[in-house]
């Protein structure tokens, strides 16, 4: 007979919302269990990843499971297209095109299911992409919540643009194609009834259109980024760490609607962690950032774009800060990840 | 003041456990509310969709909600690769690559997570596709049971084979790989606890190069399917339809394992419907058909490789009959698809 001392038993040692929040949680475990296991962790982790054996096919996939299901300025359906169109998008790639899977808890009215199929239709009309193939399961009462949707996209790159989150440069100029929060505070506000779904929208929208403005200005655009889950916050930490760079950004600069402002303060939230749904982020070389800002701007999607900071020549690699409204200096940190499950 | 009948409200409109099981509920869920949204339903539908532009690439995708997660001879995690690798097999293609995407309920054991992504990590290395991106969301307790995973894959066709389930001809063989019934008598035996899966394994397993022995017989091979969902008479009926032939199966030579006949006997369920992950028919021209079953048992998991029945000469299009063990003859139909929710 023989005594052994029992399994520590942690009590985090189960999967915690944050986990999947986009912040450092989900980081944490994508790098200790999920990329040993398939065989991954070598080089940034980007939205799309190339294809191998063709390089100017890069592939994105992406689950959503956005509650409520319907929200002031779109649904599950539309985002589901949108998110996997921007996703390849920020690998300079138009989409080719969609496979699209379901699941659906037993019980959905079918008039809900065949509204955000409809709108999940529509939205892959207006982006141009065919969705090729499909697969539907339905899991008991209770088994899911209503309806959660996979896309998974094929891209085809622009030749001359080849973006990726490790290629930010000291001087790089920083620029946002539109305003921030708006996509996290509506799909809040919806689910909790807190009220602000009257004033605001989610801004979910195609951007591959935006990418498109950005080809002529080819290698001179070192990064494309859509802060998705995790914010502003989480897309800039990622790119300073995949770059080894310092990044600044001005409070001043960076377009936070009212209604947003008003949400957050009342939440407790920074805006710069609430997710968005049609802006992205561009890292462009300093001498090409006016050309790439009024190229921005050509497109409606992008007509509020402007420049919210830059690349230090020097600084510690992988740190951002936030140069304040009241001239300090703040550190904008990953976030951990728990402030907003469910928003896609 | 104006009066309006309230809109009629119909007992079934909403979506049924059925709707997911792969029979005639799925063919109708696709037929009048997906196809038509996404501008699809030309054609037949295959187990993976030609890429535009890349007549050489093949996509297909899948989410897996099988109950439990782990099973005698597998679990989610190889489930979900065999499963994809599988469809794009099926026409005719090697897997290139894979994205994984989890949908994780909050609270599910790390340790679990881990072992299904250790399973679907050996499994793609034995498979020999690379996992090139994924995505991870976490859903609250109660809004998911435990892990649900997607996986869409690319695959890259053989030159010489071209199978469709639209491409069966009057006078074909039609062969069968492997035993029926596995897959499905274990996941439900595991899942009910009904004793069964002491004496049965799953036969979950990747076909690829199954279909890699058939590609010298080349455009001989008109079809090929892997019975998954509905069985082999959801397969054999899909095909019938799409083909426009009338299918003949002799009962005596379908092979059906000893342990899932009792099991299908005390459940009252017909081993034809049952779902399979690892056996695959083909239909080719007669022929090739003793060429082709040497192929199919040149390979281990083609080893008890059989032929099981014809394409009629003549008879009604889209009909599957049974040659039955007492000499009679009976229709085999598409099943209604109840009888098996969360199998794979």
């Known amino acids: 007979m023989t005594f052994e001392c029992p399994t520590p038993v942690h009590e985090d040692?189960?999967?915690?919302?944050?986990?999947g929040a986009g912040g450092r949680l989900t980081a944490e475990l994508l790098e200790r269990l999920v990329l040993p296991a398939?065989?991954?962790g070598s080089g940034p982790l980007e939205d799309a990843a190339l294809l191998p054996g063709y390089r100017e096919l890069v592939v994105s996939t992406d689950s959503f499971v956005v509650s409520p299901l319907f929200f002031p300025g779109g649904d599950i359906g539309s985002l589901a297209v949108h998110g996997t169109v921007n996703d390849l998008a920020m690998r300079g790639a138009r989409p080719l095109a969609l496979s699209v899977s379901l699941i659906i808890e037993e019980g959905l009215p079918l008039s809900e299911l065949r509204a955000v199929l409809a709108s999940l239709g529509k939205a892959a009309q207006d982006a141009g992409v065919p969705v090729v193939t499909g697969d539907t399961k339905v899991v008991g009462r209770g088994a899911a919540d209503r309806l959660f949707i996979n896309t998974t996209g094929i891209g085809q790159r622009h030749g001359s643009?080849?973006?990726s989150a490790a290629l930010a440069r000291p001087g790089d100029a920083v620029l946002l194609s539109g305003p921030v929060g708006l996509h996290g505070m509506t799909v809040l506000s919806a689910r909790e009834g807190l009220g602000f779904e009257s004033d605001i929208a989610s801004d979910t929208r195609p951007m591959h259109r935006l990418v498109s403005a950005l080809v002529p200005l080819g290698a001179d655009v070192h990064v494309l980024r859509d802060p998705t889950r995790g914010g502003l916050a989480a897309a800039l930490n990622e790119?300073?760490?995949?770059?080894s760079v310092a990044v600044e950004i001005d409070e001043s600069a960076v377009p936070v609607p009212t209604a947003v402002a008003s949400a957050c303060d009342l939440m407790g939230f920074d805006p710069l962690v609430v997710a968005n749904e049609g802006c992205l982020v561009a890292f462009v070389?300093?001498?090409?950032?006016?050309d790439a800002l009024a190229a921005l701007r050509s497109v409606p999607e992008g007509a509020s774009a402007v420049r919210i900071g830059e690349v230090?020549?020097?600084g510690e690699p992988g740190r951002v800060t936030l140069h304040t409204l009241v001239g300090a200096r703040r550190i904008?940190?990953?976030p951990l990840g728990e402030l907003l499950p469910r928003i896609c």
């Open 13 to 19: 040692e189960v999967v915690l919302l944050g986990h």
């Open 38 to 40: 398939v065989d991954g």
């Open 161 to 163: 643009l080849h973006p």
């Open 239 to 243: 790119i300073a760490r995949d770059s």
């Open 285 to 290: 070389a300093a001498a090409a950032a006016d």
């Open 312 to 314: 230090l020549p020097e």
């Open 332 to 334: 904008v940190d990953m």
